[in-house]
């Protein structure tokens, strides 16, 4: 076993699977529960690292990582749930496919600042699927008068799955590719330039997001304290 290995066994906590079933063509649910979730210091819209293969014995433990968006935390039932999306059939998607009641799951969080700015007057939400889980997480903080816009690109529609309270409160386009400039043509459809001081959300591919956050900048002017980009993937 390495040292890092070992490290990391001493660090993080552990929770077991309580379910783990497919939602979407490439996503699943994956619900931890135990002790360690009950007085867990949580803010909708962080994260939670989880390291795979710690729970094998000797020198069968290894060290992967992966990062994923709390999609909810139950604290009375020491419960939370997960998103995995398996787009990129990596080590992740892999454990996702794996996963079965009584694992052991090894973690370490929550952690993350993609948070929703809860002195902002309206905000908007701009990312593909592989964002929903954090973005559900997001909206079910705004109280029902806060304005609200927006845009998740799906190539599929099995590619989308309901929140966890059966709703399905954010707009899907279901397109085979979406541009930066597409996302914001839909978020404008809206009333994007009507939200004075709306806050700007924007999730999903690294290079999306990136021409999405220079579009803002430079041909609308949107102030960059207004602005929160954070890549799921690249």
Same mark, same amino acid.
């Given at each position: 076993?390495?040292?890092?290995?070992?490290?990391?066994?001493?660090?993080?906590?552990?929770?077991?699977?309580?379910?783990?079933?497919?939602?979407?063509?490439?996503?699943?649910?994956?619900?931890?529960?135990?002790?360690?979730?009950?007085?867990?210091?949580?803010?909708?819209?962080?994260?939670?690292?989880?390291?795979?293969?710690?729970?094998?014995?000797?020198?069968?433990?290894?060290?992967?990582?992966?990062?994923?968006?709390?999609?909810?935390? +139950?604290? $009375?039932?020491?419960?939370?749930?997960?998103? %995995?999306?398996? &787009? /990129?059939?990596?080590?992740?998607? !892999?454990? #996702?496919?794996?996963?079965?009641?009584?694992?052991?799951?090894?973690?370490?969080?929550?952690?993350?600042?993609?948070?929703?700015?809860?002195?902002?007057?309206?905000?908007?939400?701009?990312?593909?699927?592989?964002?929903?889980?954090?973005?559900?997480?997001?909206?079910?903080?705004?109280?029902?008068?806060?304005?609200?816009?927006?845009?998740?690109?799906?190539?599929?529609?099995?590619?989308?799955?309901?929140?966890? +309270?059966? $709703?399905?409160?954010?707009?899907?386009?279901? %397109?085979?590719? &979406? /541009?930066?400039?597409?996302?914001? !043509?839909? #978020?404008?459809?809206?009333?994007?330039?009507?939200?004075?001081?709306?806050?700007?959300?924007?999730?999903?591919?690294?290079?999306?997001?990136?021409?999405?956050?220079?579009?803002?900048?430079?041909?609308?002017?949107?102030?960059?304290?207004?602005?929160?980009?954070?890549?799921?993937?690249?």
């Amino acid at each position: 076993m390495s040292i890092f290995t070992s490290l990391a066994r001493q660090v993080t906590q552990q929770a077991t699977v309580r379910r783990a079933e497919r939602i979407a063509t490439h996503t699943y649910r994956i619900t931890l529960t135990g002790p360690a979730l009950e007085h867990w210091a949580y803010i909708p819209g962080q994260t939670l690292n989880v390291f795979f293969g710690l729970a094998a014995a000797g020198d069968a433990a290894n060290l992967r990582k992966r990062t994923y968006s709390v999609w909810g935390h +139950d604290a $009375g039932r020491h419960e939370l749930e997960l998103a %995995v999306c398996t &787009f /990129s059939d990596g080590p992740g998607a !892999q454990w #996702a496919a794996q996963c079965r009641p009584g694992d052991a799951v090894h973690f370490y969080g929550p952690g993350g600042k993609f948070l929703l700015d809860p002195a902002a007057p309206a905000h908007v939400f701009l990312g593909d699927v592989s964002c929903l889980a954090h973005f559900y997480a997001l909206r079910r903080q705004l109280p029902p008068a806060v304005p609200c816009i927006s845009v998740i690109h799906a190539r599929h529609r099995n590619d989308v799955f309901a929140d966890l +309270d059966g $709703g399905l409160p954010l707009r899907v386009e279901v %397109v085979d590719s &979406f /541009s930066a400039a597409q996302y914001l !043509q839909a #978020a404008e459809a809206q009333g994007l330039r009507r939200l004075a001081g709306a806050h700007v959300y924007w999730g999903g591919p690294a290079a999306t997001c990136a021409a999405g956050y220079r579009l803002l900048r430079h041909a609308w002017q949107w102030p960059t304290a207004r602005i929160k980009a954070k890549p799921f993937w690249k």
